[in-house]
């Protein structure tokens, strides 16, 4: 059993975005580390994540959150005849998908009938319609237009020639401070879920991390 000090129904919004928030709370329970120096600062609060560390963090989380609340199955599997690899199922529960602006309901939505395409990193690889420039920035700019729709962040006008960009978004550090005490329990339920099954939690972080970056845009080569 879960060794736990929460309950997996008691965060106040998707954990997703608890991660995309307090992510630096959670880097002690980080299975992969990116090499790259890019990094995101944590709204309201002077301190960073690698931004592809966070990236992977926020749809670890989710997973997880989901298969702790019993909304969906995680069990690592072997394919291949002759060449076997193993990767981690995935199968939907039933139940309702929750706020379409989610990853946890993007994620939900992305599960499909056949067994053999749910795979974790076929799941999210289908949570973009096409290839793109940067997935990871992908994902965090969706947990702030989540957190917008909350209260948490705001549209705010930009000045000088930077007008013609549009708005920005910006964190209300009065609401959003108030979700710091849930980042502890966010960590100790991701915790719980290494200790137990410590072979299902690397090979999820391997498989998000490839299905995120199977996403970037291949840079286009001019051989002229």
Same mark, same amino acid.
């Given at each position: 059993?879960?060794?736990?000090?929460?309950?997996?129904?008691?965060?106040?919004?998707?954990?997703?975005?608890?991660?995309? @928030?307090?992510? $630096? &709370?959670?880097?002690?329970?980080?299975?992969? %580390? !990116?090499?790259?120096?890019?990094?995101?600062? +944590?709204?309201?609060?002077?301190?960073?994540?690698?931004?592809?560390?966070?990236?992977?963090?926020?749809?670890?989380?989710?997973?997880?959150?989901?298969?702790?609340?019993?909304? @969906?199955?995680? $069990? &690592?599997?072997?394919?291949?005849?002759?060449? %076997? !690899?193993?990767?981690?199922?995935?199968?939907? +529960?039933?139940?309702?998908?929750?706020?379409?602006?989610?990853?946890?309901?993007?994620?939900?939505?992305?599960?499909?009938?056949?067994?053999?395409?749910?795979?974790?990193?076929?799941?999210?690889?289908?949570?973009?319609?096409?290839?793109?420039?940067?997935?990871?920035?992908?994902?965090?700019?969706?947990?702030?237009?989540?957190?917008?729709?909350?209260?948490?962040?705001?549209?705010?006008?930009?000045?000088?020639?930077?007008?013609?960009?549009?708005?920005?978004?910006?964190?209300?550090?009065?609401?959003?401070?108030?979700?710091?005490?849930?980042?502890?329990?966010?960590?100790?339920?991701?915790?719980?879920?290494?200790?137990?099954?410590?072979?299902?939690?690397?090979?999820?972080?391997?498989?998000?991390?490839?299905?995120?970056?199977?996403?970037?845009?291949?840079?286009?080569?001019?051989?002229?």
């Amino acid at each position: 059993m879960f060794v736990k000090d929460y309950d997996v129904n008691d965060f106040s919004l998707a954990p997703s975005a608890l991660a995309y @928030l307090f992510g $630096d &709370v959670l880097e002690g329970v980080f299975a992969g %580390k !990116s090499r790259l120096t890019t990094s995101e600062k +944590s709204p309201c609060r002077d301190v960073k994540v690698k931004r592809k560390d966070l990236a992977h963090a926020m749809l670890v989380t989710a997973f997880v959150y989901l298969a702790r609340q019993g909304r @969906l199955g995680l $069990d &690592v599997r072997t394919k291949g005849r002759i060449i %076997k !690899s193993k990767f981690v199922l995935v199968t939907a +529960s039933g139940g309702p998908a929750g706020p379409f602006a989610s990853h946890e309901a993007q994620i939900l939505g992305s599960i499909r009938g056949d067994p053999k395409n749910n795979g974790v990193r076929s799941i999210v690889w289908r949570l973009w319609g096409a290839d793109v420039g940067d997935p990871w920035g992908d994902l965090i700019r969706d947990s702030q237009r989540y957190l917008l729709g909350l209260g948490y962040f705001v549209d705010q006008e930009r000045r000088g020639i930077a007008k013609i960009m549009g708005k920005k978004l910006m964190p209300n550090c009065e609401r959003t401070l108030t979700l710091r005490p849930e980042a502890t329990p966010l960590r100790n339920m991701l915790a719980a879920f290494r200790a137990e099954q410590p072979e299902l939690y690397e090979r999820l972080w391997k498989e998000v991390a490839a299905g995120i970056a199977s996403r970037q845009e291949s840079p286009d080569v001019d051989f002229d």
